[in-house]
């Protein structure tokens, strides 16, 4: 009993007597197994993250012996005071809202209608797969090339086969219609991601329920209105609020194919790197991103109600 009692008052000798528990070396493997990737969101989301809000409190030099002069929310009242901000956020919000419709009704549409037996249904699906997964660079330029004013063959069959138009038109970088082939073009490239996603949902519906509204009289409408429509509600909300993120960011795909198209994204770029003002350029990106996580929170509470 007094070697016991000894043992109790040393912590060295009761680590000796009482080793680590099972609970504590799951535990201590969890916090190893979970530290890669804790580092790399740190070091890839985090880091960035903090640091442009930074760099959107400062004037940044240009110089590289110089640091940036803190500033507060200078840049922020600049941005929000420039008829520009305002102009390229207009055009950001039709941009989505028109792309983001129609990628998803496209998707839709495509959807019911090759979820249906035929031959060839594979290839057919295969194919409408292409437009998402060729290279963007790729596209980009044959789409250029498709609607030149000068040998583009959109051009060619409006103006001298279908007589539609008495002289060509520069689709891509005309002011006047390069937003609208921007939104035409994102949603040729993006219905495929929601084809695709929808048509998963469709074949995971039990057929019962078809069946069913078949012996009560029920038409093809009424089964897609009834059954089908309620059954995709949820994968159609994730959808829209996952392009929705994606295209209220879209810069590759609106650079690329033309400078006409002044969306908040290439907003921001061009304040930071033709203009040098890499202090609005971030204020501009963190007020993007305000927005968005505003956004999203109140869609999935008003819309997916998690």
């Given amino acids: 009993m007094g070697a016991e009692s000894k043992t109790d008052e040393l912590p060295f000798f009761k680590s000796l007597f009482n080793p680590e528990t099972k609970s504590q070396k799951e535990a201590r493997l969890g916090y190893f197994l979970i530290f890669p990737t804790v580092a790399l969101v740190t070091g890839v989301i985090l880091y960035p993250i903090l640091y442009n809000l930074w760099l959107s409190l400062t004037k940044v030099s240009l110089g590289p012996s110089q640091g940036g002069e803190f500033v507060g929310l200078a840049n922020y009242i600049d941005v929000v005071s420039d008829p520009q901000f305002w102009g390229a956020m207009g055009t950001t919000l039709i941009y989505t809202v028109t792309t983001v419709a129609g990628a998803t009704l496209l998707g839709l549409a495509v959807a019911l209608l090759l979820n249906r037996e035929f031959i060839g249904r594979a290839l057919a699906r295969g194919v409408v ?114 392009r929705w993120i994606w295209n209220f960011n879209k810069f590759s795909e609106v650079y690329l194919l033309s400078k006409q198209v002044n969306v908040v994204s290439v907003y921001a770029y061009e304040k930071a790197f033709s203009a040098y003002q890499h202090g609005q350029g971030a204020a501009i990106s963190a007020t993007l991103f305000l927005i968005l996580i505003s956004f999203v929170l109140l869609y999935v509470k008003k819309v997916l109600k998690w």
């Avoid at 997964?133 to 279908?162: C, E, H, Q, R, T």
């Avoid at 429509?229 to 609020?241: D, N």
């Fill in 129 to 242: 797969l292409l437009p998402y997964v060729v290279p963007i660079i790729s596209i980009v330029f044959a789409w250029k090339y498709l609607f030149n004013p000068v040998f583009g063959m959109a051009n060619f069959v409006l103006v001298d086969v279908l007589h539609l138009l008495e002289n060509p038109v520069n689709w891509v970088e005309s002011p006047q219609y390069a937003l609208w082939m921007a939104i035409f073009f994102e949603i040729w490239r993006a219905f495929p991601f929601a084809f695709l996603m929808i048509i998963a949902k469709l074949q995971s519906i039990p057929k019962t329920y078809y069946e069913a509204a078949e012996i009560d009289g029920a038409n093809w409408w009424q089964k897609t209105l009834k059954i089908t429509l309620p059954q995709l509600k949820f994968v159609i909300a994730s959808l829209a609020l996952l």
